[in-house]
């Protein structure tokens, strides 16, 4: 059975930059398509980005594209979330989730999720 922890989280002023860090266990990362999706207080969860298990193909929501990178470490089994430009709409607990298929952005697709590490950034 895979688990995932995030990590990585933290206060950051707008403008700035964070890396959050998935770390899978118990399957190795390159058999699930990884997701991070976000929920901000008092509204629902939202996709913001994943890589597909077949083909490594990276997608990403409309409001990060550009300024959110997903990576992939195969060797330490780890999924990153680069964020750059920052900005206060960014303030969520972010998730990272596994995905045992191919489906990207629909978020009921994964079935193994992690706690989530808050992110907030201030104007």
């Known amino acids: 059975q895979v688990h995932v922890v995030e990590s990585g989280g933290g206060l950051v002023q707008a403008g700035g930059s964070l890396r959050l860090s998935c770390a899978v266990s118990?399957?190795?990362?390159?058999?699930?398509?990884m997701g991070w999706f976000r929920q901000a207080p008092g509204k629902e969860r939202e996709f913001v980005a994943a890589?597909?298990?077949?083909?490594?193909?990276?997608y990403y929501a409309d409001s990060v594209k550009g300024r959110f990178t997903i990576s992939r470490d195969n060797a330490k089994n780890i999924i990153f979330l680069q964020m750059t430009s920052l900005k206060p709409e960014d303030t969520a607990v972010y998730y990272c989730a596994a995905n045992s298929g191919l489906t990207v952005p629909d978020p009921r697709e994964y079935d193994t999720w992690g706690q989530g590490t808050q992110v907030t950034v201030s104007s």
């Open positions: 890589v597909r298990r077949i083909g490594s193909s990276t």
């Open positions: 118990g399957r190795t990362v390159s058999s699930y398509t």
